[in-house]
Antibody, heavy 118, light 112 residues
């Protein structure tokens, strides 16, 4: 059964870099069938797609965040990561990782709250 | 970016009665492959979103058949034939035709 689990620090200081990892079990991130991506949701607000990739292909970033975001892959651990640099309070959110098939996200992780505060 | 506009934003419903949520996009969601990538998600408090519908009208496995999706081009609808208590939460439409993929603001469904 597919499971995605986000992990990383729950508190990040302003101007620093937020780093999260999504560990995937029950499927392989090197499969060409799927895209994998990150989404975030500020507390009490709506959803924002951050970026997606498929292994061996392109990575797409939301232009609103592109200059600050990097998604990378660790195939040996079947996980992928998100880095957001120069964070501010506006980056406080629940961050989700998700699998996408045929242009539609079907499985999501349970999410992890990241708070930006000094 | 494609703007997704949902209405209403709040929907109090009576158990057993129907409910309907509208979602409009600022441009056509028909992709070059002929598919329309419009999805519906349901999110309960403290949980991650769960996909209900993909490509306008395809129901996910395990989703009750009281949920249905319809529409085309820029105008889409999610309908619940008879609302049950477990249906409360926030419903989001999402387009995955144009990058960046974008979501509607969400419609909060609760019981009257």
């Amino acid at each position: 059964q597919l499971q995605l689990r986000e992990s990383g620090p729950g508190l990040v200081k302003p101007s620093e870099t937020l780093s999260l990892t999504c560990t995937v079990s029950g499927d392989s991130i090197i499969s060409s069938t799927y895209y994998w991506g990150w989404i975030r949701q500020p507390p009490g607000k709506g959803l924002e797609w951050i970026g997606s990739f498929y292994y061996g292909g392109s990575t797409y970033y939301n232009p609103s965040l592109k200059s600050r975001v990097t998604i990378s892959v660790n195939t040996s651990k079947n996980e992928f990561s998100l880095k957001v640099s120069s964070v501010t309070a506006a980056d406080t959110a629940v961050y989700y990782c998700a699998r996408t098939i045929a242009n539609s996200p079907d499985y999501w992780g349970q999410g992890t709250l990241v708070t930006v505060s000094s | 970016d494609v703007v997704m506009t949902q209405s209403p934003l709040s929907l109090p419903v009576t158990l057993g009665q129907p409910a309907s949520i509208s979602c409009r996009s600022s441009q056509s969601l028909v992709y070059f492959d002929g598919n329309t990538y419009l999805n519906w998600f349901h999110q309960r408090p403290g949980q991650s979103p769960r996909r209900l519908i993909y490509k306008v009208s395809n129901r996910d496995s395990g989703v009750p058949d009281r949920f249905s999706g319809s529409g085309s081009g820029t105008d889409f609808t999610l309908k619940i034939t008879r609302v049950e208590a477990e249906d409360v939460g926030v419903y989001y439409c999402m387009q995955s035709t144009h990058w960046p993929w974008t979501f509607g603001q969400g419609t909060k469904v609760d019981i009257k």
